[in-house]
């Protein structure tokens, strides 16, 4: 089974901290994408990688900014923490492009 | 870039009724679309897809129609049961310039009522 792992289920953090969110994959996936979900508004895409080191904007990346070092490991950060980036995280991979995506279990970021 | 819309944002129905999703997307060049189901507390979870050189596909209870002319999917579930009841997203993959971006629309929340 595919399984992809993030780093924490629940987070607080103050405002202005710098916050790292993890996530790996152990199915050697080309794609991994962060998203952000909030009610009402689905998944909102932050940041796409298609492989080690190259990355794409998605719809929402102002605030943040992402790491990919090596294929199973994709990293959020958040520069400097704001309250309105109080959200659920979502972190998945497919295997290439228009397969099926996996997603993590989600990370529910509190900014206080 | 992909812009999906995603409706009804709520949906309840009686058990053993039919429930029907819709979404449109912009980008005429997408051509993998594919369905996710949330439950409470977890990552979404793929439960069908199409590719655009297809107009249906089927299993059994879920089906998924496609008109690529209008820009249009849906998703259809029969015999609603009680199990169904989550948080349905719909997505659009494969448009132009696309390295394997995958857009998602606002998600419905159905709810099957015993």
């Known amino acids: 089974d595919v399984k992809v792992t993030q780093s924490s289920r629940y987070l607080v953090k103050r405002t202005g901290e710098k916050v790292f969110l993890e996530c790996v994959q152990d199915?050697?996936?080309?794609?991994m994408f962060w998203y952000r979900q909030d009610p009402g508004l689905g998944l909102r895409l932050i940041y796409f990688?298609?492989?080690?080191?190259?990355?794409e904007k998605g719809d929402i990346p102002e605030g943040y900014s992402v790491s990919r070092e090596k294929k199973e490991r994709f990293s959020l950060i958040l520069e400097s923490a704001s309250t309105n980036q109080t959200s659920m995280y979502l972190c998945?991979?497919?295997?290439?492009?228009?397969?099926?995506?996996?997603f993590g279990q989600g990370t529910r970021l509190t900014v206080v | 870039g992909e812009n999906v819309e995603q409706h009804p944002s709520t949906l309840s129905v009686q058990e053993g009724d039919s429930a029907v999703i819709k979404c449109t997307y912009s980008?005429?060049?997408?051509?993998?679309f594919p369905w996710y189901k949330q439950e409470l507390g977890k990552g979404p979870q793929l439960i069908i897809d199409?590719?655009?050189?297809?107009g249906e596909k089927k299993d059994q209870r879920i089906a998924v129609t496609l008109n690529k002319t209008a820009k249009h999917f849906s998703l259809h579930i029969t015999e609603t049961q009680p199990e169904d009841s989550a948080v349905y997203f719909c997505?659009?993959?494969?448009?132009?310039?696309?390295?394997?971006?995958?857009?998602f629309g606002q998600g419905t929340t159905l709810q099957v009522k015993p």
């Open positions: 199915m050697d996936h080309e794609n």
């Open positions: 997505a659009a993959s494969g448009g132009s310039g696309n390295t394997g971006k995958l857009i």
């Open positions: 199409i590719r655009s050189n297809v």
């Open positions: 990688s298609y492989d080690v080191k190259m990355k």
């Open positions: 980008d005429s060049a997408s051509n993998y």
């Open positions: 998945a991979s497919s295997l290439y492009g228009e397969t099926e995506a996996f």
